[in-house]
T-cell receptor
Framework: QKEVEQDPGPLSVPEGAIVSLNCTYS??????FMWYRQYSRKGPELLMYTYSSGNKEDGRFTAQVDKSSKYISLFIRDSQPSDSATYLC????????????FGQGTRLTINP | NAGVTQTPKFRVLKTGQSMTLLCAQDMNHEYMYWYRQDPGMGLRLIHYSVGEGTTAKGEVPDGYNVSRLKKQNFLLGLESAAPSQTSVYFC????????????FGQGTRLTVV
């Protein structure tokens, strides 16, 4: 069983839809939860960052962490074609080097 | 500001050949990382470094070696390439450890035939 599970999709939705991306994890030591966005043939870029449980909102993006269920989500409101990318969840513990554990990534396409 | 730069961007190797991938960062970051990305597998950590002169193994270190002789550079070596090492390799750096943002390079697409 992988430490972090993410549905690889692909996911295709119409422009303006609300998108929900999710990851589950098994390691209760994870405290830092991140979402990276990766455009085709590019390196990942940090999109959202959350420490421990709770919600965080940044414009059209909302990240949620439920540590009791070991479940994290990323919501995209009013999705745009420019949101088309692969979204990777990533998480790490609190000690030492940042050894991020990534999910498999979900490939998202927003259709105009 | 260049950020994290990887060289080369593409490479085709024959089985058994060796090569070195170079990663350079200009952000004065202490931490540097090498990942590989394969379809359906996400990003997996190969080796990492917490400072100049230090290296440590990640999740999938076999068949790779690394060196961090200068703070700004992190080299990934393949001594005897195998088809299983066909992948996209990403270098990343961060100013601190756990919980800090990792900045990624643009990737190196390596094919071993």
């Amino acid at each position: 069983q992988k430490e972090v599970e993410q549905d690889p999709g692909p996911l295709s939705v119409p422009e303006g839809a609300i998108v929900s991306l999710n990851c589950t994890y098994s390691n209760s030591a994870f405290q830092y939860f991140m979402w990276y966005r990766q455009y085709s043939r590019k390196g990942p870029e940090l999109l959202m960052y959350t420490y421990s449980s709770g919600n965080k909102e940044d414009g059209r993006f909302t990240a949620q962490v439920d540590k009791s269920s070991k479940y994290i989500s990323l919501f995209i409101r009013d999705s745009q074609p420019s949101d088309s990318a692969t979204y990777l969840c990533a998480m790490s513990g609190v000690q030492g080097a940042q050894k991020l554990v990534f999910g498999q990534g979900t490939r998202l396409t927003i259709n105009p | 500001n260049a950020g994290v730069t990887q060289t080369p961007k593409f490479r085709v190797l024959k089985t058994g050949q060796s090569m070195t991938l170079l990663c350079a960062q200009d952000m004065n970051h202490e931490y540097m990382y090498w990942y590989r990305q394969d379809p359906g597998m996400g990003l997996r950590l190969i080796h990492y470094s917490v400072g100049e002169g230090t290296t440590a193994k990640g999740e999938v270190p076999d068949g790779y070696n690394v060196s961090r002789l200068k703070k700004q550079n992190f080299l990934l070596g393949l001594e005897s390439a195998a088809p299983s090492q066909t992948s996209v390799y990403f270098c990343a750096s961060s100013y601190g450890g756990a919980g800090t943002e990792a900045f990624f390079g643009q990737g190196t697409r390596l094919t071993v035939v």
